[in-house]
């Protein structure tokens, strides 16, 4: 899979709820919604190959959601591709409830290492679009601090976790990319002033028509 590489300004946005109804279109037109998670993390997995051409150690922050499972997604390509992959997840795969992340956590669970690895690249799978809040809380908001202080090259999965994809405004703490990998389409709060400091490069990974 080949991303969109056109500068951030040539995107035309959807809201979140335009985007979950093509989604809805897409999953009635025979397309899963696990086949497109499967692209997504493939999509994330191709952006960490391009910055880590050679291999090196990759640290994928994981929600409970299905945003979360595009990390457990890319992060089982990674480790196929010879990548030192680690996990830190807000719930274990047994515990996810949301489908299809639960399925995807489970087909790695058995490879899976977690903790904090020196990483070259952190991969944000946090939070999603569904995040509207003013404040991110629990383990979450202590990782998005840590990985903000790293040195490590920060690539967020559709939307950094923090950032609001409905408004364009700012939670405290907000992971902040160096790139994001968006998923579909741009949505409407990645466009605000706000946005711009926390979203960094940004590409859209089509996930139909491939």
């Known amino acids: 899979m080949r991303l969109s590489k056109r500068a951030q300004t040539g995107y035309s946005a959807m809201t979140v709820d335009e ?4 989604e809805q279109r897409i999953a009635a037109q025979g ?8 692209r997504a993390g493939a999509a994330l997995a191709e952006r960490v190959t391009e910055e880590l ?14 945003n979360g499972g595009d990390g457990w997604v890319a992060a089982r390509l990674l480790v196929q591709a010879g990548y030192a992959v680690s996990l830190l997840a807000t719930r274990k795969p ?13 087909e790695f669970a058995d490879q899976a290492r977690y903790g904090w690895n020196d990483p070259q690249v952190i991969v ?12 991110v809380s629990g ?3 202590e990782w ?8 490590a090259f920060r690539l967020a999965c ?53």
Do not use: Q, W, Y
């Open 158 to 210: 559709d939307v950094p976790s923090g950032l609001s994809a409905r408004t364009g405004k700012v939670a405290e703490p907000c992971f902040k990319a160096h790139a994001t990998v968006t998923m579909l389409a741009v949505k409407t709060g990645m466009t605000s002033e706000d946005a711009a400091s926390v979203v960094g490069e940004l590409r859209v990974a089509p996930l139909i028509g491939e």
């Open 19 to 22: 985007v979950i109804a093509l």
């Open 31 to 38: 397309t899963s919604l696990r086949t497109l998670m499967e």
């Open 53 to 66: 051409p050679d291999g090196g150690r990759v640290l994928i922050l994981c929600g409970s959601g299905n």
């Open 124 to 135: 944000d799978c946090l939070l999603g679009t569904g995040f509207n809040g003013a404040e």
């Open 139 to 141: 383990a979450g908001a």
């Open 144 to 151: 998005i601090r840590k990985a903000n202080a790293s040195e």
């Open 94 to 106: 047994g515990e996810i409830t949301a489908e299809p992340a639960r399925s995807a956590a489970a």
